[in-house]
């Protein structure tokens, strides 16, 4: 498992990560304080605290590198 601090703190942002996390396979969630969604769902993302950095768990190892250039724009 890989994790990466992001900060997604705008409908646009939100929209467009959704999107990139989209055209992936596999599990990714998204977890700020006690709440963690699936990185895909963006009504999951919407309800969480965005006003805070998020980390994003990136459960398979093969796609992990790929996933992480795909989001270093959001990455903090």
């Given at each position: 498992m890989t994790t990466r601090k992001i900060c997604i703190d705008s409908m646009e942002k939100i929209q467009q990560f959704v999107h990139i996390m989209n055209?992936?396979?596999g599990r990714?969630?998204?977890?700020?304080?006690a709440s963690?969604?699936?990185a895909k769902s963006i009504m999951g993302v919407f309800?969480?605290?965005?006003?805070?950095?998020?980390?994003l768990?990136?459960?398979n190892d093969e796609t992990a590198e790929t996933v992480t250039k795909?989001?270093?724009s959001f990455e903090i």
């Open positions: 055209g992936f396979h990714f969630d998204l977890v700020a304080g963690a969604v699936n309800s969480l605290d965005i006003s805070r950095p998020i980390a768990y990136i459960y795909a989001i270093s």
